[in-house]
């Protein structure tokens, strides 16, 4: 690193699955990684398809006791790794350590959440082992770091909720010498420790969540997220082959974007970077020359993107009291606290309220809400979503979106809740024909 670079704002770099796959993609990594001028962090997801194969083991080792196969097949993967790259860290610890657990799991018949939690967070304690270790090969120092030691949460096990003060310190107190004598942290992400004491991780995606973290400690010059795809597209490329990429999304309209179904970014990762203002930036492993998607607070006024959510189900809830029905809306939303369920979009009238939820409606919810209302329930619903600042205040926009998609059953339009997006519903099944011509209509 040349002398006198400031390494008080360092970047923190977020290496997903497929950048941490294979061979070819850990010599990607290294070369990404030697080619920051300055201070740096890397913070690591598993490698593509460990974390389920680890939830595998621990089905079969509870389930009937037949894990052998599926763990040596996960040994064997990464041994060719570390062959391919000639490297030879030290793994057996990791191997010994998850064969007592699976051991464990049959004997007792029993898998449960903290226990498979810990289970999982081998993925990223061996990814993060290996990279380090050829880094160090390729003349590049480094040193894993184990984020059970940095973050700090609740006993949530499966989603762990992080005590951020707690966080902060550790990771500052840990990871801000090592950069200054010019190490490249290599922090594992998706996992950290419980009050109790014992590994956590921290949701699907987390990977992302710990990046953000990691960078917000730091107060982070940048937070770059490498993955597999050029940046975020204005929509899916599998039904518009001619998606291009954003160049430049506010904080904002990427949280609109990942809530309703881009699959870039995990929608934490966004509140740690914008509580900072560290801007954000996706990037491709595998295109280092690609520009990505640059995220920060700067709101430009345009159209951005049409991105879409399937398997959402409505729920229609009307007044049993009918007109000035008091306490109504509280009494819905007090029940779907209760029963932990999120609203995407609600839409209300004098007796009666739909809302979405991307999750299977659950009886004892529907139960609690016919003691004072008449439900019903429609599955197989997608929502569309078109995105963009300012686009409440744009005229016309409601006239060309209805015009596109005028052949379809449109439900529960919703405009006023966001300056940013407009949101409505049709049939799941109809939802790519819609994003196509929504496409057409505003990006062609």
Request: aromatic share 6%; with cysteine.
């Amino acid at each position: 690193m040349p002398e006198g670079e400031d390494m008080s704002r360092p970047i923190v770099q977020k290496f997903g699955g497929t950048s941490m796959g294979t061979d070819q993609a850990l010599t990607a990594v290294a070369g990404i990684i030697r080619n920051v001028d300055g201070g740096n962090v890397a913070v690591v997801s598993a490698t593509s398809g460990t974390t389920d194969m680890l939830i595998r083991l621990g089905k079969e080792a509870v389930s009937d006791g037949d894990f052998e196969a599926t763990f040596a097949e996960l040994v064997q993967k990464h041994e060719k790794i570390v062959a391919n790259l000639h490297i030879n860290p030290d793994m057996s610890g990791f191997w010994e350590e998850m064969r007592k657990i699976l051991q464990g799991i049959n004997m007792l018949g029993e898998l449960s959440p903290n226990v498979l939690d810990r289970l999982q967070s081998f993925g990223e304690r061996i990814s993060a082992t290996i990279l380090a270790d050829y880094l160090k090969a390729d003349g590049i120092e480094a040193l894993m770091v184990d984020a059970f030691n940095l973050v700090k949460t609740d006993n949530n096990f499966g989603a762990g909720n992080v005590d951020f003060d707690v966080t902060y310190k550790k990771t500052r107190e840990t990871l801000l010498p090592l950069i200054e004598k010019g190490i490249v942290p290599v922090v594992t992400g998706f996992i950290g420790q419980a009050e109790n004491g014992q590994y956590i991780t921290l949701g699907r995606g987390g990977s992302d969540y710990s990046g953000a973290i990691v960078a917000g400690a730091l107060g982070a010059s940048e937070l770059q997220i490498w993955t597999d795809v050029d940046g975020i597209l204005n929509t899916d490329p599998r039904l518009v082959p001619e998606a291009k990429v954003l160049p430049q999304v506010s904080f904002n309209e990427a949280g609109e974007l990942a809530y309703f179904g881009a699959k870039v970014l995990h929608p934490k990762t966004i509140k740690p970077a914008i509580e900072k203002n560290i801007p954000v930036r996706i990037l491709n492993t595998f295109n280092v020359a690609a520009p990505g998607t640059l995220i920060t607070n700067e709101e430009i006024e345009s159209i951005k993107s049409v991105t879409y959510k399937k398997n959402i189900s409505v729920i229609n809830i009307c007044s049993l009291g009918m007109l000035n029905a008091h306490g109504f809306l509280a009494k819905i939303f007090d029940a779907f606290a209760r029963h932990k369920v999120v609203a995407d979009v609600v839409s209300t009238s004098e007796v009666s309220v739909s809302v979405t939820v991307d999750t299977v409606v659950s009886q004892p919810l529907i139960e609690e809400l016919r003691s004072f209302a008449t439900v019903k329930v429609y599955g197989d619903m997608a929502i569309i979503c078109l995105v963009g600042e300012g686009i409440r205040a744009k005229s016309g926009i409601l006239g060309q979106l209805f015009s596109a998609v005028n052949e379809h059953n449109v439900s529960m339009v919703s405009q006023g809740a966001s300056k940013r997006n407009i949101t409505f519903l049709v049939n799941g099944e109809e939802a790519p024909d819609v994003v196509v011509k929504v496409f057409n209509t505003f990006f062609k």
